[in-house]
């Protein structure tokens, strides 16, 4: 027997509803807030995300799902949402417009990861990005969208917050973090030795205790971020204060892409395993001009679809529509026709089996259905059909 394969799975009833129930709500509050949908391409080109991802994170170091295609092209999964959508904005020449763009996607990612409780080879993501607005209002905007989205879904979390510095503070910083790790440097484990010569700042992102206690006494960014950087995260504390929004400060939080600057954030739940991230995103300023189009300021963030549906309960479903069964042979081709006119207006469904009163009126209860509609000989003689209403428990004859 042929089996998904491990890390994928299918989205089957009940968890189709909450995957529907999730997409519809969250787009209706992205809408609200200006953003319109876009869909790019599950394929790239795998130099995208080597440039914008980055060559030293475990996502395009280790986990891509890379391969070369009949024309032999170099070609990739899409690990994450961002890159695309960037890709999009450049080569739609919205960089030269000018301008304020903002656009919400969903749809699934691919990760060569370990599968376990909440991590999947392909999940899916609900991620918007804007483009055009440097200013921390929009930093605010982005953060209380997302605090709606997981607010009307009843989730518990914990908002975790850091600046990432710019290309002005943190060259500065890195090499006086280098120089402090060139101190700990052995008893540091392999993946941060590694890091070390890659991507200092990534130490902070380490599981193992022992790296932690050591780099305990480590600079960290927050005392070393240059003044605008600085003012910049203090206006949106300051408006998250205003807004009575709870957060936590943590200097660890490096984020496991490199196109990030100045603000980055999680939303990370206690009701979730050790894959406690829920939702993660942070300003990226620099990666549509990095991606040669022209600078334009961005922020941005993307939802864990999997790990949310694990936290939501979809509400009772109101019985809706109609179900048609057939009592006898003779009924089924007017009843097919009867129900072709009244799914214009309504959800339909039919039983194509002749059927007792009683099967058709349990089918339709599993159906989910309203009204119960069947045509039997005696109908047929009066042309008319019998409705049933499985909530109001009335029935009526109709013309048919
Ligand atoms: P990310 O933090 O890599 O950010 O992923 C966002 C969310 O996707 C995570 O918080 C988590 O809920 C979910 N996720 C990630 N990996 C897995 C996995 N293997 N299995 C299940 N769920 C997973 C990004 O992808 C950025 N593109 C977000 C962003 C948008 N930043 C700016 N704009």
Known sequence: MITALRGMKDILPPQNQKFVYFLENASAIARRYGFEFIETPILEETA???????????????????????GGHDVCL????????????????YDRQGGIHRFFYHGPMFRYERPQKG????????????????????????ILMLKEILDFFGINYTLKLNSLGCSTCMPPYRERLVTF??????ALCEDCRRRKSTNPIRVFDCKNEKCQQLLEPAPRLRQNLCEVCDTHFNALLSLLDQQGISYEIDPNLVRGLDYYNKTAFEFVSGDLGAQNAVAGGGRY????????GKETPAIGFAIGIERLMEMIEVPR????????????????TPLFLAASKEREHDKVTMGYDVKSLRAHLKAA???????????????????KIWVKDLEAKTE???EL
């Not at 440039?51 to 395009?60: A, T």
């Not at 300023?285 to 040669?292: I, M, R, Y």
């Not at 209860?365 to 042309?383: M, S, T």
């Open 48 to 70: 995208l995300f080597k440039r914008s991802v980055g060559e030293s994170s475990d996502i395009v170091g280790k986990e891509m799902y890379q391969f070369i295609d009949k």
């Open 119 to 142: 991590r999947l080879r392909q999940f899916h993501q609900f991620g918007v990005e804007s483009f055009g607005v440097s200013s921390h209002f929009e930093d605010a905007n982005i």
């Open 181 to 186: 790790l060139d101190t700990i440097e052995d």
């Open 365 to 383: 209860d599993k159906a989910g259905a309203r009204y119960c509609a069947v045509i039997g000989e005696n109908e047929l003689a009066a042309k």
């Open 78 to 93: 899409r690990p994450e949402g961002t890159a695309g959508v960037v890709r999009a904005f450049i080569e739609k020449k």
């Open 396 to 398: 009526e004859m109709r």
């Open 285 to 292: 300023d620099k990666l549509v001009s990095f991606l040669d």
């Open 317 to 332: 479903q109101e019985r809706e529509g109609y179900y048609f069964g057939a009592l006898c042979e003779e009924a089924l």
